[in-house]
C-alpha cells in the first residue's frame, strides 16, 4: 500500500494538544500544496488538547466524520498516561496505575481503529512524541520519570492489540526524537520540547513534519540532526498567508472543542445558548481550575455562537491555501 495520502484525499489528523497545535499539520499540508499539488490533497485539524483515546470516541461524529474524511492519521497516548500518578512513592501502586492506564489506553485505540475501519477510512498511526526526561527544568514541571518509557511501550502494543486492523503507515515520533533529545542534552543545546516537558515548541514541529513526510517515503525533506539543531541550521518552509488564516480559524475551533468534548459539562441535549448560558453561570468553576481552563471557557462563551462562521471561515480558507500561488 501507498505510504502517501491518496490521490483527491481529505485526511484528518486526529489527537490531543500537541495535534491540535497545528504547526506540524500545516507544514505537512503546505509541502503536498506545494510538491505535488495534482494529489489535491485536504488535510484538517481534529485535535483537541487535554484529549485521550477515551474520550475522542465520543466526538468522532462532530468533530471528525464532519469533514468526509477519505483517511486518518491518529495519535493519542500522552493523556492517557495519568502522568501524576509516576510522582508516587510506592511502587507497586505505580505498577498497578500504570497497567490499568496502559489497558484502558489500548482498549479505546481499538475502538477508534475499529469505527475508523468500519467507515472505510485507511489509519496511519503514529507513536506519541516523547514526553522529555532528559532536560534538566528543577524551577518548572516535576520530571515524572517512567512517562516516557510508557509511552514507547504503548506504541510497540499496537500491532498486538490490534491485530485485525491494517494500518497503512506507521509513523514513528517517539523513537528519533527521544534520540535527539539525549544527543543535544550532550551538546548541551536547549530542548525542542517547552518547560512543561510535554509540548513540542517550532522546531519540535519541524521535527515531526520531516519524520512524517520521510515516513511517507518523500527523500527531499532534510532529517533532523543534532548537531543542525544546535545550530540553527535544520527549519522548514514558514507558513504562507492563506495558510496562517487557516490556522487562525483552526485554533479558535480547537478551542471550543477542548471545552465541549474535554470539561465535564451537561452538554448533551443543550442548544448553542444553553451552553454559552452554563458557562456563563459556571465562569468561576472554570477559574478554579487555573488559567488555562478559564481562557478557554472565556474564549467559548465568547465564539460558540460563531462556531459556524468559524468553520465556514476555515473550510474557505483551506480552498484558498489550495489556490494559493507559490
Known amino acids: 500500500m501507498d505510504k502517501q495520502f491518496s490521490q483527491n484525499a481529505r485526511v484528518c489528523f486526529v489527537g490531543d494538544s500537541i495535534t491540535a497545535n497545528g504547526k506540524f499539520i500545516s507544514k505537512i499540508f503546505a509541502y503536498y500544496n506545494t510538491h505535488c499539488p495534482e494529489k489535491n490533497v485536504r488535510i484538517y485539524n481534529c485535535g483537541v488538547s487535554g484529549d485521550c483515546a477515551r474520550l475522542c470516541t465520543k466526538r468522532l461524529e462532530e468533530d471528525v466524520y464532519i469533514y468526509n474524511p477519505t483517511e486518518i492519521v491518529l495519535m493519542m497516548g500522552m493523556n492517557d498516561l495519568w502522568r501524576n500518578h509516576f510522582a508516587g512513592e510506592d511502587p507497586a501502586e505505580v505498577e498497578k496505575t500504570t497497567l490499568r492506564a496502559r489497558e484502558e489506553h489500548l482498549k479505546y485505540m481499538h ?53 485485525e486492523i491494517s494500518f497503512k503507515n506507521r509513523i514513528d515520533f517517539n523513537g528519533p526524537m527521544t534520540a535527539l533529545l539525549q544527543e543535544l542534552h550532550d551538546l548541551q543545546a536547549p530542548s525542542f520540547i517547552g518547560g512543561d516537558r510535554v509540548h513540542p515548541g517550532d522546531t519540535g514541529h519541524d521535527i515531526m513534519t520531516s519524520l512524517f513526510l520521510r515516513g511517507q517515503g518523500f527523500a527531499d525533506i532534510p532529517e533532523p540532526t543534532a548537531e543542525a539543531l544546535r545550530d540553527g541550521t535544520f527549519a522548514l518552509a514558514d507558513f504562507s498567508p492563506a495558510n496562517r488564516t487557516r490556522m487562525e480559524a483552526e485554533g479558535v475551533l480547537r478551542g471550543l472543542g477542548f471545552v465541549e468534548w474535554n470539561m465535564s459539562w451537561p452538554k448533551e441535549g443543550l442548544t448553542t445558548a444553553e451552553k454559552i448560558a452554563y458557562w456563563q453561570a459556571h465562569r468561576e468553576d472554570a477559574v478554579k481550575m487555573g488559567v488555562y481552563h478559564i481562557g478557554r471557557v472565556d474564549a467559548y462563551i465568547q465564539e460558540k455562537a460563531n462556531e459556524p462562521v468559524w468553520l465556514e471561515k476555515y473550510l474557505a480558507a483551506t480552498e484558498a491555501f489550495l489556490q494559493e500561488e507559490h
Open 111 to 163: 475502538q477508534l481503529c475499529t469505527d475508523f475501519t468500519a467507515h472505510g477510512l485507511p489509519i496511519t498511526l503514529c507513536s506519541a512524541t516523547p514526553y522529555d526526561e532528559i532536560t534538566e527544568h528543577p524551577e518548572l514541571a516535576e520530571n515524572f520519570i517512567g512517562c516516557n518509557g510508557e509511552l514507547a511501550m504503548y506504541a510497540s502494543l499496537y500491532a498486538e492489540a490490534m491485530p
